[in-house]
Every structure is written in structure tokens, then in C-alpha cells.
């Protein structure tokens, strides 16, 4: 946004936007509903804009609100004590190394479940992985954000590896609300496969430890 017309520009389509999908999810009893996702800037340039956004979304929906923030945005989000789960896209480094052990994963891990856990104390809110999985290629630890489709290694164990880290780290803290993953077809059968290196766990050794984790 290059000056205020372009902010009111921006801000009267997402309020329009987001207060629509607010009316529907209220409509079909919908438990949780997220107000935004990885808006960083949009929210440290307006801050007032999302507080009052927040009051407004309250008016038309009773459920649950989270927002989705970036693993490395979300020790600078100005609102969660208005919310009700600190949401954050987990896609955080938690190893270098080509084909990165379970052991590996957890050390990485540690530095920052100390700050996630920090927040929630702080806030007095439960965290929720609003987004998290990896990719099923080589060094799927180091930048799991990582949507690259030029890049073409194929590896199921870092991605079942990386997997079982995350649930060993944050499935049985009382403070962890649990998480979506991502990416996951409707279309079940021709989803994901040995041969496919994207994210979604389907038809992957990874979805055995996903079930075992959801199941419990």
C-alpha cells in the first residue's frame, strides 16, 4: 500500500471478505474460525484496523477465533488475548541434515518449544497448529516451508521422521490444542503416493503415524 486510499481500499474488501465467511461459519455451527492467514505486515502497518476487525467478527460469529501467523511471525502479533488459540503455521527449521533422524528433530525442536510454550503461558491461551506437515523430499527439516516444485528428490522417511518429531514434541503438552495438517485431498485414492514429493501425508508411510497420533 503506497498511501491511505490504499489502505481503505484493502481493508473495506477484506472486512466484506472475512465478515461473509464470519456469517457462514456462524450458519452451519462451524467450532473454530480463523480471521486471517500469514498477514504479517497488514497487521503491524494497521493494528487498529484488525482490533476493531476482531469486534466486528465477534457480532455475526459465537464460535471459537484463531489466526493463522507464520512460525516466525507470531511473537509479534498484537491480538491474541482477543482470540481464543494462538494459531501458528509450524514450519519450523528443526534440521540440516539430508535425511534428518527423529532424535535430530527433537533437539531442533527444543528452542523453540520454549518460546511457543513461553507464549501460551503468556497469553494464558493454548497453541494451535493451524497449519503444519512436511514435504517428502531430502532435507525436509531444514525449510519446511519449502513449496519449491523445481525441487525433485523424493524422500519418505525425512518427511515420516520430521513427522513423528513434531508429535513426540507437542502431542501430550496440556497447553497443545492439536493442529490441521497440510495437505490433505478429498480425492483419497489419487492423493500423494510413494512417488509423489509434496506435502500431503496420503498414501505415505507418514500416514500411519498420523493415524496412531489422532487415535489416541
Known amino acids: 500500500m503506497t498511501n491511505e486510499d490504499d489502505w481503505q481500499v484493502l481493508e473495506n474488501s477484506y472486512t466484506q471478505f472475512i465478515l461473509l465467511y464470519a456469517m457462514l461459519a456462524q450458519e452451519i455451527d462451524a467450532e473454530l474460525f480463523c480471521i486471517g492467514t500469514e498477514l504479517e505486515k497488514f497487521i503491524e502497518k494497521r493494528p487498529q484496523y484488525w482490533s476493531n476487525l476482531i469486534k466486528e467478527i465477534k457480532k455475526v460469529y459465537k464460535g471459537k477465533l484463531t489466526y493463522a501467523a507464520n512460525w516466525d511471525e507470531f511473537k509479534r502479533t498484537p491480538f491474541w488475548s482477543d482470540l481464543d488459540y494462538i494459531g501458528i503455521d509450524a514450519y519450523f527449521p528443526v534440521s540440516d541434515e539430508k535425511i534428518p533422524t527423529v532424535a535430530q528433530c527433537l533437539e531442533g525442536w527444543k528452542m523453540h518449544k520454549s518460546v511457543i510454550k513461553s507464549m501460551s503461558e503468556k497469553y494464558n491461551k493454548s497453541i494451535l497448529f493451524t497449519e503444519f506437515g512436511y514435504r517428502s523430499m531430502d532435507y525436509s527439516g531444514k525449510e519446511p516451508w519449502q513449496s519449491d516444485y523445481k525441487i525433485k528428490s523424493l524422500n519418505l522417511q525425512g518427511q515420516t521422521n520430521t513427522t513423528q518429531a513434531l508429535f513426540e514434541t507437542f502431542w501430550n503438552e ?42 489416541q
Open 174 to 215: 496440556d497447553w497443545f490444542a492439536g493442529g490441521f495438517i497440510w495437505k490433505w485431498f478429498h480425492n483419497h485414492e489419487n492423493s500423494g503416493g510413494k512417488n509423489d514429493n509434496q506435502f500431503t501425508p496420503q498414501n505415505k508411510p507418514v500416514e500411519e503415524t498420523i493415524k496412531r497420533y489422532y487415535s
